[in-house]
């Protein structure tokens, strides 16, 4: 299927699940997957391919720095123990339950193997949590934590991958030498994240310094971050996702200080609409790459 055939049908069928989730009060990516799923069998349809390439470079970004910019950095601090946990705890725990699992039912997978392919599913995502939470009551302390473990657990699971990789190529592995990157990719996410934040902070100032900001350009920048900070990440070989959720995070709380009440109404108003058709491609993406892996 091309590209411009893709992108207008993914636009109708978004418009037209989104009115089902809105007539039935569904969550709507719960709706987009099932949509999806439907779709990827309907006979005489052909298969969706979508590089995963091109999933990781022009949407993941956006969602994860919109994620960042929404997280309540007061709940988030008050609850960054169990956040902590979940993002790392639970993600090695399940990294080895899959693994245990996948290696004794997958004949001839091998345990590095396994682990590889538990260090892929462990993590939850750092987007379905908030979009499905819209739809329902939750308290806001357990939508906290569970949005704010999707958005920095990519750290554990990004070293254990590394490692679990080197495991198959090499045979070799160390848990010292494991736990050592782990930290260095985390904290060099961070310092990345507070890097581009900084910029955009210096870029805006100065840009008003000198007469030349306006409401289109502020947003222009903005747009721009998430894509800085998640490239910036990846090219240090450090974690782009926790680039981008702090640059989000830092971004958002000093916003105020920098944009004009004009730049961020309009920018509410964009990233709203953005995001939004964003998680609608991803999830009906979802859904019909079923096909192709049956």
């Known amino acids: 299927m091309s590209a411009p055939v893709l992108l207008v049908s993914g636009l109708a069928a978004a418009v037209a699940f989104a009115i089902v989730a809105k007539r039935f009060g569904l969550p709507y990516p719960i709706v987009f997957v099932l949509a999806g799923t439907a779709l990827a069998f309907v006979p005489g349809l052909p298969p969706v391919r979508i590089s995963p390439d091109w999933i990781f470079l022009s949407i993941l970004p956006p969602l994860l720095f919109a ?3 929404s997280t309540d950095w007061v709940l988030f601090r008050a609850n960054l123990r169990p956040i902590l946990l979940l993002a790392i705890g639970l993600v090695v725990v399940s990294t080895v339950a899959v693994a245990v699992l996948a290696n004794r039912i997958v004949p001839g997978l091998g345990l590095a193997a396994a682990f590889v392919l538990g260090a892929i599913v462990s993590p939850p995502d750092a987007v379905a949590a908030a979009a499905t939470f819209e739809r329902f ?3 806001r302390r357990i939508v906290a934590i569970l949005e704010g473990e999707g958005l920095i657990n990519d750290a554990t699971a990004l070293v254990i991958y590394a ?3 080197t495991a ?9 030498h494991a736990a050592g990157s782990f930290v260095i990719v985390a904290l060099g996410g961070i310092a990345v994240g507070i890097a581009v934040a900084w910029l955009i902070e210096r ?7 000198y007469d030349l900001a306006d ?5 222009l920048t903005l747009i721009g971050a998430p894509y800085a900070a998640y490239l910036g990440g990846s090219a240090l070989h450090v974690s782009g996702v926790l680039a981008t959720v702090i640059a989000g995070i830092l971004i958002s709380r000093r916003s105020a200080r920098f944009f004009g009440p004009e730049a961020r109404l309009i920018g509410v108003n964009v990233w709203t609409l953005w995001i939004y058709l964003l998680n609608a491609y991803v999830f009906l993406a979802i859904g ?3 096909r192709v892996l049956v």
């Open 215 to 219: 409401s289109l350009i502020d947003n």
């Open 67 to 69: 994620g960042g910019w």
């Open 203 to 209: 870029l805006t100032r100065l840009l008003a310094r």
């Open 163 to 165: 490692y679990a990789v």
């Open 288 to 290: 019909l790459q079923l």
């Open 168 to 176: 198959v190529t090499t045979g070799a592995f160390s848990v010292p």
């Open 137 to 139: 009551s939750v308290p």
